[in-house]
């Protein structure tokens, strides 16, 4: 069973970044995902790689964030740059064992609790 566990979110001034990291375990084929959810909003995908290191990033982040992986320690990571206000959200990683990219919320089935990033500005 596949269990992903969230850490590095916290405060930021609008134009800060942060790195967020994703503890992942017991998986083999899979695609890796990063989703957020800001208050009184729908979740959303935010970026994905799959185990052949192939990468997704939706556009509303695209050329700020950047999704990566390091195999050998099993870890997820979402690097955040250029932070604005909007994205402000509670960050979700999220497991899903297949191998084509792929930001549908339904198709995750292992998730983590969720890291709060707060962007101030």
């Known amino acids: 069973q596949v269990q992903v566990v969230e850490s590095g979110g916290g405060s930021v001034q609008a134009g800060g970044s942060l790195r967020l990291s994703c503890a992942a375990s017991?998986?083999?084929?899979?695609?890796m995902g990063w989703f957020r959810q800001a208050p009184g909003k729908q979740r959303e995908g935010v970026a994905t790689?799959?185990?052949?290191?192939?990468?997704y990033v939706a556009a509303s982040v695209k050329g700020r964030f950047t999704i990566s992986q390091d195999n050998a320690k099993n870890t997820l990571y979402l690097q955040m740059n250029s932070l604005k206000p909007e994205d402000t959200a509670m960050y979700y990683c999220a497991a899903r064992v297949e191998v084509t990219l792929s930001l549908r919320i339904d198709e995750y089935t292992e998730w983590g609790q969720g890291t709060q990033v707060t962007v101030s500005s």
């Open positions: 790689i799959n185990k052949y290191g192939t990468t």
């Open positions: 017991g998986y083999t084929d899979y695609t």
